[in-house]
């Protein structure tokens, strides 16, 4: 299996993602959650991170807490989508769970330098702030790592925390402005493929009749975090923007996009955190990621269905 740490700011849909992942063993194998800042305050998404692994029955998946704040400025959350806890929606009991002592910077730079080069992904479903700092404090690490694959940013579909701006791109523009600029290969899952992934009601229907604690938990997750996208897009159901990640690993063909250079703006006012991809081609910059465009949305939410059903 494929070894990865969930860098994460558990969020409903970050919890998706971690569940996506924790129920294909044979294709991925997870390392460790490193809990980050984003959608609500440090202490929160560490513990989520912990009670989705036990609503998974996986308690031996190792979590460690990370940045409690962006590298250069002051922390913005999100419980406008995700509720006070980040997980709101289904009554979940608190974490029996410890979490480790050490630091996620120390275990992501630990764990890079430990494994053999290439063998680590790294999944980042939230601000950039660890693996920014991870690759800050330790370059040698950038280049043993296989990948990573990430959601955030925009192109067409632009802002959903800004105008211009997507969430975890606009929390740490100074992180990811470091990341993309490292040099590691990058793929992105911005907005215009996790816009596509929506958890309709006969799709959230599925999850309920799994007639488990995981598929009740999935279901109530969505139904309380699709009121935020209902209202401002008049979307169809809410968008499961992180499980595209976990899914890319399980079947990259489910998805489409173009290697293009990306670059984060960290100056302007109006546009801070702007992820300005180069889909056409109009510059001579290199190629730095592969921005994903678009997404077999049937395929996606059959593979989601089936795999929850194994929790
Ligand atoms: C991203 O921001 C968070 O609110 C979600 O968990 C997702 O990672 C979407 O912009
Ligand atoms: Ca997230």
Redesign the pocket.
Known sequence: PRKIIIDT?P?Q??AVAILLALASPEEIEVLGLTAVA??VPLPLTARNARIVCELAGRPEIRVFAGCDAPLKRKLVT?EH??GKSGLDGPELSEPTIALEDQHAVGFIIETLRNEPAGTVTLCP??PLTNIAKAFASAPDIVEKVQEIVL?GGAYFEVG?ITPAA???IYVDPEAADIVFKSGAPIVVMP?DV?HKALVTSERNDAFRALGTPVGLAVAQMTDFFERFDKEKYGSNGAPL??PCVTAYLLQPDLFSGRRINVEIETTSELTLGMTVADWWGVTDRPANATFIGDLDADGFFALLTERLARL
């Open positions: 700011d969020g849909d970050d984003g959608n999100a989508v995700h479903l939230g959601m959903n997507e969430f975890n907005l996790t923007h992180d």
